[in-house]
């Protein structure tokens, strides 16, 4: 059964300190491992797909890395509009469904 | 750009009420899905569809029913409200062949 566990569950940072989430994935035959935002009371606003281990993408003060167990979202000097839920989600080759984690929760105080 | 829209923000029903939800997208995807999202559980998948008239059960489709007749919009049924749906419904699509998918902005429903 394909699995994703995001780590921590919630985080508080200061504006300007950089951190990592992470992202553990047993899903058979990765076909896409994604990262999404999602603010409060809102839908998940996608941000970034990777689909081999090495790949690396980045937005703005976000960079997604990944490697064959586990992906990793880095935050370089956040901003407090950078706080939301991010979430991960992992799609396997055999199927059409992705698997999501149960979210981080980033506040980054001023 | 990509474009899915919920036809409610926020709706109130009452206990044993039918409930329609709507959802479209201008993208031209195949594939759609309805999610409930609530505390603690994450994102359950209701149903999804691979396209027109196609529809199959997620992990969770009890109470539920769907439709779709046409590509760019597909609706998520109550059939008779229960206090237990009140939750946060997120619709999303997909292309197909395609991994990605792109969500709406949820619609939050009470039942009360």
């Known amino acids: 059964e394909d699995q994703v566990t995001q780590s921590p569950e919630a985080l508080r940072l200061q504006e300007g300190e950089s951190s990592s989430l992470n992202c553990s994935y047993t899903v058979s035959g990765l076909r896409g491992l994604f990262w999404y935002r999602q603010d409060p009371g809102k839908g998940p606003e996608f941000l970034f797909t990777l689909y081999s281990a090495g790949e690396e993408k980045e937005k703005e003060r976000l960079k997604a890395t990944l490697t064959k167990k586990e992906s990793f979202l880095h935050i370089t000097a956040p901003k407090p509009e950078d706080s939301a839920t991010y979430l991960c989600?992992?799609?396997?080759?055999?199927?059409?469904?992705?698997?999501f984690g149960r979210g981080t929760s980033l506040i980054v105080h001023p | 750009d990509v474009k899915v829209t919920q036809s409610s923000r926020y709706l109130v029903k009452r206990t044993g009420e039918k409930v329609f939800l709507e959802c479209v997208q201008d993208?031209?995807?195949?594939?759609m899905f309805w999610y409930r999202q609530d505390p603690g559980l994450g994102l359950r998948l209701i149903y999804f569809?691979?396209?027109?008239?196609?529809?199959e059960k997620g992990d969770i489709p009890e109470g539920y029913s769907v439709s779709r007749e046409k590509k760019e919009r597909f609706s998520l049924i109550l059939e008779s409200a229960s206090t237990n749906q009140t939750s946060m419904y997120l619709c999303?699509?997909?292309?197909?062949?395609?991994?990605?998918?792109?969500f709406g902005p949820g619609t939050r429903l009470l039942v009360l």
């Open positions: 993208m031209d995807h195949e594939n």
């Open positions: 569809s691979y396209d027109v008239k196609m529809k």
């Open positions: 989600a992992g799609l396997s080759g055999g199927s059409y469904i992705p698997t």
């Open positions: 999303a699509s997909r292309v197909l062949g395609r991994e990605t998918q792109y």
